[in-house]
């Protein structure tokens, strides 16, 4: 029993000083990540961004769209079939050949001109300098009604002055290449940083189109920090551990003198 009891004891210490098995979930930093929450009371596929011919172009909570042709859609079904509201709505073509809903969310999502270079950001605060941050999404290639022909659709990703592109999508003339899910690591170097995504494609004159939605932003734990133990809690474990040596020794020398005594 007391062999017993001193284990349990020291297993107490040695869970204190190691701390928590698993770390604490950080919370998502990007805000309106699936491009779901606008003002303005628009329901129907629009251009957002400077080039925008509605007053309120810059409709995307917590978004901004940077410069070239970008577009807004509520979902799949409306892409397709409606002419989106914008400098070439004359067309009557600005909707796209084919689209499918996003692999999760309310199935909003936007669309990126990549022979414009259509691009959209976002500012993030409370970053942790040194950090590292995951950026997931999805995306996809299509291509608008306006135009034929077979293209290559891709998005640089940037987080600060760092930026990664991702492999370009081949998509065949008024095609659309499904929805991919991708992510790409950043390390922090401030503790504010924008997040921008830019469409890149080719070729020129058939206006590659890249669509994005469901953007999170989610700091990596240090797998350091969950496995070595502080020189504090070290201390205390050691304390502990001479503490309970003691409190042995001194049971063991007085059970041998009550033995001598007998």
Do not use: C, H
């Not at 492999?167 to 003339?173: D, E, I, Q």
């Not at 991708?182 to 940083?193: G, K, V």
């Amino acid at each position: 029993m007391r062999a017993r009891t001193i284990a349990l004891t020291m297993s107490l210490v040695v869970g204190s000083a190691m701390g928590p098995a698993f770390a604490t979930p950080v919370a998502p930093l990007v805000v309106n990540g699936d491009f779901s929450a606008v003002s303005g009371g628009i329901n129907s596929p629009t251009q957002f961004g400077p080039q925008a011919t509605i007053a309120s172009n810059q409709f995307i909570t917590g978004w901004t769209g940077t410069n070239g042709y970008e577009i807004w859609y509520p979902n799949a079904f409306a892409a397709v079939n409606d002419n989106a509201t914008g400098e070439f709505s004359s067309s009557d073509k600005e909707k796209l050949w084919s689209a499918s809903a996003p692999p999760s969310g309310p199935g909003t999502f936007i669309g990126l001109d990549g022979e414009t270079q259509a691009s959209i950001s976002q500012a993030l605060t409370g970053l942790s300098i040194g950090g590292t941050y995951q950026v997931s999404f999805d995306w996809a290639g299509a291509q608008e009604q306006s135009m034929q022909g077979a293209t290559t659709d891709s998005l640089a990703v940037s987080l600060g002055s760092q930026t990664q592109n991702l492999t370009a999508l081949k998509n065949g003339s008024e095609g659309f290449t499904g929805w991919q899910t991708a992510s790409r690591d950043f390390i922090a170097s401030s503790n504010s940083e924008t997040l921008s995504f830019l469409a890149v494609g080719s070729p020129i004159g058939l206006t590659p189109f890249s669509l994005l939605t469901n953007v999170s932003v989610t700091e990596v734990p240090a797998k350091v920090s969950a496995q070595a133990p502080e020189p504090g809690s070290l201390a205390l474990l050691g304390g502990g551990l001479i503490g309970l040596g003691l409190v042995l020794i001194r049971r063991r020398k007085a059970a041998n003198a009550i033995k001598i005594e007998a």
